[in-house]
T-cell receptor, first 114, second 113 residues
Framework: DAMVIQNPRYQVTQFGKPVTLSCSQT?????MYWYQQKSSQAPKLLFH???????NEADTPDNFQSRRPNTSFCFLDIRSPGLGDAAMYLC?????????????FGPGTRLTVT | AQTVTQSQPEMSVQEAETVTLSCTYDTSESDYYLFWYKQPPSRQMILVIR??????QNATENRFSVNFQKAAKSFSLKISDSQLGDAAMYFC??????????FGTGTRLKVLA
């Protein structure tokens, strides 16, 4: 089945140690999104790629970066994780921009910072 | 600012019964979309139902239907004939602009056998 895959599902990193989360998709969608979901909070959009164009949300900390080397893969890099960055990170895709284009979500990566 | 509020952190329903999950939102826009997403434990979020704000008719998908009250900015989800597989976290989301979803904090639904 076409889908959005996130690896790893669980990631433990140390305070200040860079970490990379991975997302891949077999849907051949143009848009890929990264959301942060802290415990008991709503998922919050960090940024998205429309093809190779990167779009950062205004309130996304500089500590968060992203790379999209090709259509299928997108990475979330946290340069110096703090305890407050512990969360579930969700990747999503859509065929294009526009509200009629449904977003398809991966299962998420739960990040623990020790 | 646009916000989405789900006031019920947790709900329970007996199998085969009907349950309604509440969602309210705040916006000054006239054209937008509203969604309900379901997130089963350790699984990805999947779209349950979608409502376009300019359509007055309430959306329906099999056992799932919405009660969309645009003036009241209310968008509740009704699940009929609840099944054990309906147990999940349910997120209400409001879509604005060309891509941005604003989510509520979710309602955890338990289905009792």
């Amino acid at each position: 089945d076409a889908m959005v895959i996130q690896n790893p599902r669980y990631q433990v990193t140390q305070f200040g140690k860079p970490v990379t989360l991975s997302c891949s998709q077999t849907l051949n969608h143009n848009v890929m999104y990264w959301y942060q979901q802290k415990s008991s909070q709503a998922p919050k959009l960090l940024f998205h790629y429309y093809d190779k164009d990167f779009n950062n949300e205004a309130d996304t900390p500089d500590n968060f970066q992203s790379r999209r080397p090709n259509t299928s893969f997108c990475f979330l890099d946290i340069r110096s994780p703090g305890l407050g960055d512990a969360a579930m990170y969700l990747c999503a895709t859509s065929s294009s921009l526009g509200l009629t284009n449904e977003q398809y979500f991966g299962p998420g990566t739960r990040l623990t910072v020790t | 600012a646009q916000t989405v509020t789900q006031s019920q952190p947790e709900m329970s329903v007996q199998e085969a019964e009907t349950v309604t999950l509440s969602c309210t939102y705040d916006t000054s826009e006239s054209d937008y979309y509203l969604f309900w997403y379901k997130q089963p434990p350790s699984r990805q979020m999947i779209l349950v139902i979608r409502q376009e704000a300019y359509k007055q008719q309430n959306a329906t998908e099999n056992r799932f239907s919405v009660n969309f009250q645009k003036a009241a900015k209310s968008f509740s989800l009704k699940i009929s004939d609840s099944q054990l597989g309906d147990a999940a976290m349910y997120f209400c989301a409001y879509a604005v602009g060309t891509y941005k979803y604003i989510f509520g904090t979710g309602t955890r639904l338990k289905v009792l056998a």
